[in-house]
């Protein structure tokens, strides 16, 4: 069974750089044909779809975020991880990483960031 952990500060101050750890279990990151990716969902809005990593390490960046945003992985711990710059109060959200294999199969439970001074 493959778990998905969504782990990092909950709070971030506007201007500094929010950064969430999603660890795996029951599954290596680097299986051919996985997408391990990040999402999002402000306070009363839909998903918004942010970056991914796929199993051979390259990624790919929503159009909107690509100009702060940063996904890296550690193969040796089986995590990924997302760094998004320069955050302001609207990149407030629940972030969830979830595995792509066609659609999205596994997801975290999710982890709440607000961005307040």
């Known amino acids: 069974q493959v778990q998905l952990q969504e782990s990092g500060p909950g709070l971030v101050k506007p201007s500094q750089t929010l950064s969430l750890t999603c660890t795996v279990s029951?599954?290596?990151?680097?299986?051919?044909?996985?997408?391990w990716t990040w999402i999002r969902q402000p306070p009363g809005k839909g998903l918004e779809w942010i970056g991914v990593t796929a199993y051979d390490g390259s990624t790919y960046y929503s159009s909107a975020l690509v100009s702060r945003t940063s996904i890296s992985r550690d193969t040796s711990k089986n995590q990924f991880s997302l760094q998004l710059r320069s955050v302001t109060p609207e990149d407030t959200a629940v972030y969830y990483c979830?595995?792509?294999?066609?659609?999205?199969?596994?997801w975290g439970q999710g982890t709440q960031v607000t961005v307040s001074s």
């Open positions: 029951g599954g290596s990151i680097t299986t051919s044909g996985y997408h």
């Open positions: 979830a595995r792509k294999f066609g659609a999205f199969d596994y």
